[in-house]
């Protein structure tokens, strides 16, 4: 007699062999069914399961490593479920997934072991991270440095020559696009292409098998998870940390008439969103969506995360169309949804760092700074808002008007978001990206006024066309030097702007030398080398990426750019900056500076609290005018002179020293970066005491209000 269990888990090592668990709240029956190793189409035995409450179990020992094995289920009919006793159901909690020749799916007995040696996940703060956003195969893909059955897989991602890479570029976290086992949509084998990206989930646990060296693919007892587990190793030990893109909030079953493989044949109408009718409720734009009202769909979720972050070695989530995650049984998106509460409840969870893409399609689905404190979510204001002063206001003052907006809204961005996101919550909170997998890349931001999505098959209907770009006058390829120097200072304006930026910034897979798509801005169905990262770069790329990791060597070295706390009335902490906003003439500026939107420039001078860092002030001039303009310094007390390390304009390193109060000439459409150097009369700031000068976030912009920073409990992943 099998004994009761409390919850599914799937597959388990017992004295006897092994317990399966699957929970269907509306099955009446289910067995397991053990196929062939060498056949997994070849049905070698069926196991009745028991019932316990919601829980069917079986324990065997005809499951030994290696071992194919799947569901049958059945239940009533009706028009909320979809049971179907002749098809083979994938377990939800699979490790190891096989295909069949006939292209169905099996789970897999997989030998769990590997050695992880004496290496330990990096412990870096979250105001040191520097996430760059990647694509396994397309990293590595057309890589000259490594042998060629090891590009485009983990073991190519963790290659010598790719860790090298990105150690010299200066990141600290590589964030992999989804690496569940996915499946392209049916539409799209139907049109001869493929989901590129991998947001279409066919296992939770299971690492994609065609990311893996050939080798490892046919290895069926574990070679793919070893190969996953190895790249973390490896990246690890060179200090990197390793996040994953994942997807939760729908599935590769699709809608209507969508391929069933396993949630569908095990309980439909608990598993899904259903209407009353039998329609899928799809919030996610993709066919379906999983229904987290539901105790048992909220287990997956924990389970999935606490298996990759425990077993795989995995630091920290991003989580596709977050707000699925948080809505309720009627529907609406609640901050206090229990699966977001266990997300950050959950023990096995307290090191890993989670981060909320904070919108969906369904009603009211645009949720940024609407998560509890410990998600950082992906700030798409700050995004839009320096796309809009540094290119669509420029394309304004190129054809005769204005810009659109002043420099308020860019300092509320740059200072942190303060009016987006609550207070206790802080600036780390907010992870700023200038562009991400989907939308265009930054350097097709100033090559193109439109998306080109011709390639993919739905007649320009797919892809943003609110971009915020603009082409320099000319669109997509030009030999005019002049565009060319314009498209490239506007490309450093927007990384300048990121990375001298308060929160936690995010590059994208080869802006750091300004890799085209040319001009395709939703290029998800593309495996080819439009998508695939060059490793080969021409003189200017080279000088783009030198200047990018100038930039990331500057936010290493100047704590200044990246306060933990934001200011608030009445209280004092340490670790945060003091930042004070000035006008052209170096005063500090004024309401009517910061409300007209003819005000294009402004300094920012931010002070360091240091906890455990040297002290550090930095000048940031910000000029958003199409016209030179004369810029007088502000003069800090005990400063002895300011030294120019970067400046927009310029291919190269700024060499220039100051006196602070100098008067100094800024291009158009550019901003610079100085260092202060000398100590304020009274020595370093004591590192409990930190004023804050900073705009108010739009609307109301009110410039020259000086208030105290209050004492708060640190964001998850901001302590070592």
């Not at 069914?33 to 409450?53: A, E, K, N």
């Not at 399609?361 to 950082?376: E, I, K, Y």
């Not at 409300?595 to 000048?619: F, G, I, K, N």
């Amino acid at each position: 007699m099998v004994e009761a269990v409390g919850r599914a888990r799937g597959l388990e090592r017992i004295d006897a062999g092994k317990r399966l668990t699957v929970w269907s709240k509306h099955a009446e029956r289910m067995e397991l069914r053990v196929f062939d190793r060498g056949d997994p189409d070849w049905l070698r035995t069926s196991i009745p399961m028991q019932r316990h409450g919601d829980v069917f179990v079986v324990e065997t020992d005809a499951l030994p490593t290696g071992t194919p094995y799947a569901l049958g289920v059945d239940g009533p009919v009706g028009p909320w479920h979809a049971f179907d006793w002749s098809r083979n159901a994938l377990p939800p909690h699979a490790r190891g997934v096989v295909r069949t020749p006939h292209g169905q799916h099996r789970a897999t007995v997989i030998d769990p072991a590997f050695d992880w040696g004496d290496t330990a996940s990096p412990s870096i703060p979250l105001d040191r991270q520097v996430i760059y956003e990647a694509h396994v195969k397309g990293f590595t893909k057309l890589s000259p440095h490594m042998p060629a059955e090891l590009r485009g897989t983990y073991a190519g991602l963790a290659h010598p020559s790719t860790i090298a890479y990105l150690k010299d570029l200066g990141v600290t976290t590589v964030q992999l696009l989804p690496v569940h086992l996915f499946a392209s949509e049916q539409r799209l084998i139907q049109q001869g292409r493929v989901n590129y990206w991998g947001y279409n989930t066919l296992s939770f646990f299971a690492p994609h098998s065609a990311y893996a060296s050939r080798r490892a693919q046919f290895d069926g007892t574990g070679g793919v998870l070893r190969e996953f587990k190895g790249m973390v190793r490896l990246l690890h030990e060179a200090g990197l940390q390793v996040y994953l893109d994942v997807v939760y909030n729908h599935t590769a079953e699709e809608g209507a008439g969508g391929p069933p493989s396993s949630l569908r044949l095990i309980d439909n109408a608990s598993y899904y969103r259903v209407a009353d009718d039998g329609s899928m409720i799809d919030y996610t734009g993709c066919g379906n969506t999983v229904d987290f009202s539901v105790p048992a769909a909220q287990d997956l979720v924990i389970d999935s995360l606490a298996y990759w972050h425990r077993e795989m070695g995995v630091d920290g989530f991003r989580f596709d169309l977050a707000p699925v995650l948080g809505r309720g049984a009627d529907g609406a998106f609640d901050p206090g949804h229990p699966l977001l509460h266990r997300i950050l409840a959950e023990p096995e969870l307290a090191a890993a760092t989670m981060i909320a893409e904070p919108w969906d399609v369904g009603p009211d689905g645009w949720r940024t700074g609407s998560f509890p404190a410990g998600f950082s979510e992906w700030n798409d204001r700050f995004r839009d808002t320096a796309r809009q002063f540094w290119l669509s206001d420029l394309r304004s003052f190129r054809h005769g008007g204005e810009g659109s907006t002043g420099v308020g809204p860019l300092a509320h961005a740059v200072s942190g978001s303060a009016g987006l996101f609550a207070h206790q919550r802080g600036p780390l909170e907010s992870v700023n990206l200038i562009t991400a997998h989907d939308g265009f890349t930054l350097s097709d931001l100033t090559r193109y006024d439109r998306k080109h999505n011709e390639a993919n098959g739905e007649d320009g209907r797919d892809g943003a066309d609110d971009n915020r770009s603009y082409n320099h006058g000319i669109e997509g390829r030009s030999d005019d030097v002049g565009v060319q120097l314009d498209r490239r200072r506007s490309m450093r304006n927007l990384l300048g702007t990121l990375l001298v930026s308060a929160g936690v910034p995010m590059l994208t897979m080869g802006d750091e030398f300004g890799r085209t798509q040319r001009g395709n801005n939703n290029a998800y169905c593309h495996d080819s080398a439009l998508t695939w990262m060059r490793w080969d770069r021409s003189d200017w790329q080279e000088a783009f990426l030198a200047q990018t990791r100038r930039l990331l060597q500057l936010r290493r070295e100047h704590p200044a750019l990246r306060p933990l706390w934001y200011g608030q009335s009445g209280q004092r902490v340490a670790g945060s900056s003091r930042l004070e906003w000035c006008n052209t003439a170096g005063e500090p500026m004024t309401i009517d500076d910061w409300d007209h939107s003819h005000e294009r420039t402004m300094q920012l001078l931010a002070e360091s609290t240091p906890l455990d860092e040297p002290y550090s002030r930095v000048l940031v001039i910000f000029h958003g005018s199409p016209r030179d303009t004369l810029v007088q310094t502000p003069a800090p007390d005990g400063a002895t002179a300011l030294e120019l390390l970067w400046d927009s304009a310029a291919d190269h390193h700024g060499d220039e020293q100051v006196s602070p109060g100098a008067r100094v000439t800024v291009s158009a459409m550019s901003m610079r970066v100085y260092a202060v150097h000398g100590l304020p009369a009274a020595g370093e700031p004591e590192a409990t005491v930190m004023v804050l000068r900073t705009p108010p976030s739009p609307p109301a912009v009110e410039g020259d209000a000086e208030v105290e920073v209050e004492a708060a409990t640190p964001a998850r992943g901001a302590q070592s």
